[in-house]
């Protein structure tokens, strides 16, 4: 079956430093969706990408989509505490709904 | 506008009791999930419901049971609760096209004993 991976598993940076987690699909998608998800709380929904090879920003975070629509990044420019949490891709393929989600990966900022 | 509901919040069971989680969303969604989230292991989808009236599995459906009994609810049935079951459940219902986000609830804390 379709298997989705995000590296790294976990990750503690200084408040200020970027981020990246990175996210790979043993099968080609159709579609790539990356949700938030805060200690304690439920996944929300961030933004969805759908082309070969696009590029989507929201304020400090940049989402791409690889060209071969099998991986994905996630990029946080100048962490803040606010980022704490754990982010996972979700990908879905042909016309099915069902959505396979990465294995997330967990992000610490401290002071 | 409450979204998605669930209940109960936490529950504990002792093994092969059964229980029913609730999931109730007034967003007019046609598609409803029930996924399980283990440490480690990202969410997995347990079953999933496309429209009202059908029923599908996911990738973990062994021990569990679905009713879609309306639009809007979607309930998850453990008939004989085991402690591979210990988990934390979140139910999720989306909107038209298979690319259409999906909306949480707030999840129900499981521990079987």
């Given at each position: ?8 598993q ?6 200020g ?6 996210c790979?699909?043993s ?39 690889g ?28 016309t ?16 | 506008?409450?979204?998605?509901t ?9 093994t ?5 989680l ?15 989230q ?21 990738e973990?459906?062994?021990g569990?049971n679905?009713s879609r ?15 591979s ?11 038209e096209?298979?690319?259409s ?13």
């Amino acid at each position: 079956g379709q298997q989705v991976m995000q590296i790294p598993q976990y990750q503690h940076v200084q408040e200020g430093e970027d981020f990246t987690t990175y996210c790979n699909s043993s099968t080609t998608l159709s579609n790539i969706q990356w949700y938030k998800q805060r200690p304690g709380g439920h996944p929300v929904f961030l933004i969805q990408l759908v082309k070969s090879g696009e590029v989507k920003k929201q304020k400090r975070l940049t989402f791409q989509f690889g060209e071969a629509k099998k991986n994905s990044s996630l990029h946080i420019t100048a962490t803040q505490t606010t980022d704490v949490g754990t982010y996972f891709c979700a990908g879905n393929t042909g016309t099915a709904s069902k959505l396979t989600f990465g294995t997330g990966t967990r992000l610490q900022v401290t002071l | 506008n409450a979204g998605v509901t669930q209940t109960p919040k936490f529950q504990v069971l002792k093994t092969g009791q059964s229980m029913t989680l609730q999931c109730a969303q007034d967003m007019n969604h046609n598609s409803m999930y029930w996924y399980r989230q283990d440490p480690g292991m990202g969410l997995r989808l347990i079953y999933y419901s496309a429209s009202e009236g059908t029923t599908d599995k996911g990738e973990v459906p062994n021990g569990y049971n679905v009713s879609r009994l309306n639009k809007r609810e979607f309930s998850l049935r453990l008939e004989s609760a085991a402690p591979s079951q210990t988990s934390v459940y979140f139910c999720a219902s989306s909107g038209e096209g298979f690319a259409s986000p999906l909306h949480f609830g707030n999840g129900t804390r499981l521990t079987v004993t």
